[in-house]
């Protein structure tokens, strides 16, 4: 999925906008709004166009203006329980069939 950060160019349209986007999830199921780990407002979908779509219609029948950033992640060391090992066997050539191994 394609997320992006949102913020409101006035500031008493944060409401607004968050009321927006709670109905432009309610008729489709791939967007979603939602704050993010520093409390940003991140919206996310299967890709760019698509939420430009949902910026472009919230800025025509709304009148919000918002700007957009790429997402902030938090830095540092993941948590143990979300940390994931992956145990895949290396080759250096493939296998082949009839042929003794070098």
Sequence with gaps: MFSLAVESKSRG???KISTA???CAEEDPCFISERGTGGELVIRGMGEVQLRTYLG??????KLEVETKPRAF???KP???RSV????PTRSR????GSSPA
């Design 94 to 97: 493939p296998a082949v069939r």
């Design 13 to 15: 349209d944060e409401d």
């Design 79 to 81: 948590s143990p329980a």
């Design 21 to 23: 986007f709670r109905r």
């Design 57 to 62: 219609r919230m800025a025509r029948q709304y």
């Design 85 to 88: 090992t992956l145990n895949t």
């Design 74 to 76: 938090r830095t540092g």
